[in-house]
């Protein structure tokens, strides 16, 4: 990421009071669906339109009175998608990635968590109660994980949105880490390395 310094999760822990941790997740469930009956959908990839625009991951800052990063994060996910965030619970093994900066001060983790589509429809349904809906989140979206026929349509048109920090790249990492995408799908998609 872009100004940011990789640390390890452990390395993240022991950087003190004078630092704070912030926490999103990337859910997805598989999804069997077809688009026009003949584009596999293979899964459903959740983001969400935040309150400054943007396009971004649900979590962020754990507060001094969560016991742990995964406490703090479930405890967001619950404020911004709802009560269905109970359902199922983002653990240390869901870790994927922690970086320093380029904020002073504070440690970016991100998570990826598998759902079944039973647990993600559900999210979907009543993030519109959950408390921060349309103060801190405005909506749900999800990640077009396709190419149409012109090469532009789907996923590299949904790239040209603004992200949120590094919500972009983490997408991309992660859709290719998790093997989300069909070989070859993400062939001319810039991601970055790894750091």
């Known amino acids: 990421m872009a100004g940011a310094r990789r640390l390890e999760l452990a390395e ?9 941790h912030a926490c999103h997740a990337l859910l997805y469930a598989p999804d069997p669906g077809l688009l026009f009956g003949r584009i596999p959908l293979r899964y459903a990839v959740l983001m969400q339109m ?10 962020g800052f754990v507060d001094a009175q969560d016991a742990s990063l995964e406490d703090g994060l479930n405890r967001e996910l619950r404020e911004e998608l709802g009560e269905a965030a109970a359902a199922f619970r983002v653990e240390r093994a869901d870790h994927r990635s922690a970086h320093a900066g380029p904020r ?18 559900a999210l979907e349904a009543g993030a ?3 408390k921060d809906h349309g103060l801190e989140v405005l909506g749900l979206v999800r990640v077009p994980l396709y190419t149409l026929r012109d090469g532009v349509g789907g996923l ?40």
């Open 12 to 20: 993240a822990l022991a950087l003190g009071p004078g630092w704070r």
């Open 50 to 59: 935040r309150f400054d625009g943007r396009l971004g991951f649900p979590g």
């Open 104 to 121: 002073p001060g504070v440690v970016a983790h991100f998570y990826a968590k598998r759902l079944a589509p039973e647990q993600l429809a």
């Open 128 to 130: 519109p109660r959950a």
């Open 156 to 195: 590299p048109a949904f790239l040209e949105n603004s992200f949120i920090g590094a919500a972009r790249e983490q997408l991309l990492e992660a859709l290719q880490d998790l093997g989300l995408l069909e070989s070859g799908s993400i062939k001319g998609l810039k991601v970055s390395a790894r750091h």
